[in-house]
């Protein structure tokens, strides 16, 4: 397995890892030619480390006597014992699901030796970690050109004490060197911190084979919007029933705010994309040019905060976990209602 070493990049920790079978994450991590399986992408990753208990202590002054530790009732914290770095705190029953049990519960719940490793990771120096199972890749024909969507299981766990275990559908789409998350409809299953290993791996397997099943019907469903001709009235239903859900926002009532103008100004870019967008020429005016359009400015062009690690990962996140996916997510959705 040839492999190649990337520098870190600024929007992740310093104690971060990454494996991947392509140059992404703006080249940080390490690359390799050939996918590796969960457990070989448990070391290429780094994320061969555990996560241990310890108690929580905070300064305290009691009438204006000297300053003194006093260690906090019912909670513990998490940190990584390789490097001492605490990731979170939890209540005291908590049990960490440690990152080698995931990888077991891949095998588990795929039956098979034979698993790929798209990507693997770790963010913010190990609170969230990741492996996404490459489960195969579709094409689509449009005009002279051939879309690539690649289909994956996402299986996603945090550290902080907060974020648990889950199992999810992905669909990237890999054309002209855009990254874009897809969904047709909300397909995770999440577990909580059992620390264990007693999963309810019937509920999983299930869950695996509805992703699979979900992957069928996606491409189904692009292959009829593809052929599909929406007038500029059926795509603007469509966007403002996509971006109202997406946002979780009312359409803005009074005119000459800047809620309006924003409004006013994504409707505006999502229309341009779907109709005129050089990467649509060969789909310009279908439903599946207004469905790219959404994704392009989920994954592209919406604003992202940055929280002090660089917008490169704040977009990241909000493509893998936040408003970004949130709005991919209901773009599939509203997709699949207007074309039934």
């Known amino acids: 397995m040839a492999m190649k070493n990337f520098k870190k990049h600024g929007g992740f920790e310093s104690e971060d890892g990454f494996v991947s079978t392509k140059e992404a994450y703006h080249g940080m991590g390490t690359i390799v030619t050939e996918a590796p399986t969960p ?8 994320l061969d480390w555990e996560v241990a208990k310890c108690p929580l202590y905070g300064a305290v002054e009691v009438d204006g006597e000297e300053t003194h530790m006093m260690e906090y009732p019912n909670k513990i914290g998490l940190y990584r014992t390789d490097k001492n770095i605490l990731l979170g705190n939890a209540s005291d029953h908590y049990i960490p699901i440690q990152n ?21 990771g770790s ?27 690649k289909q994956y299981a996402m299986f996603h766990s945090g550290h902080d004490g907060k974020t648990g275990l889950s199992v999810r559908q992905t669909n990237y789409r890999v054309t002209c060197g855009n990254v874009e998350s897809l969904a047709l409809r909300d397909s ?23 992703i699979k099943a979900q992957a069928k019907l996606f491409q189904r469903t692009m292959e009829k919007a593809i052929q599909t001709d929406w007038d500029n009235q059926m795509m603007l239903d469509y966007f403002m029933k996509t971006w109202q859900k997406g946002t979780k926002k009312s359409l803005p009532k009074k005119k000459d705010t800047k809620a309006f103008d924003k409004f006013n100004s994504t409707m505006e870019l999502w229309h341009n994309y779907a109709n005129f967008h050089e990467y649509q020429t060969d789909c310009h005016g279908t439903a599946y040019s207004a469905f790219q359009a959404v994704t392009q400015y989920a994954t592209h062009d919406m604003h992202v905060r940055d929280n002090g690690n660089g917008k490169a990962e704040a977009r990241q996140l909000n ?10 997510h209901y773009a599939g959705i509203h997709l699949q209602e207007a074309l039934a």
């Open 123 to 149: 963010f913010k120096n190990g609170q969230r970690v990741f492996f996404q199972i490459d489960l195969g890749s579709m094409g689509l024909d449009i005009g002279d050109n051939t879309d690539i969507i």
């Open 319 to 328: 493509q893998m976990f936040g408003r970004g996916s949130r709005l991919g």
């Open 100 to 120: 080698i049990q995931i990888a077991d519960l891949i095998y588990d719940v795929a039956e098979s030796e034979d698993l790929k490793v798209e990507t693997a």
């Open 188 to 210: 995770a299953i999440k577990l909580r911190h059992m620390g264990d290993g007693a999963y309810d791996l019937i509920s999983i397997k299930a869950k695996l084979g509805d």
């Open 39 to 46: 457990y070989q992408a448990l070391h290429i990753a780094g």
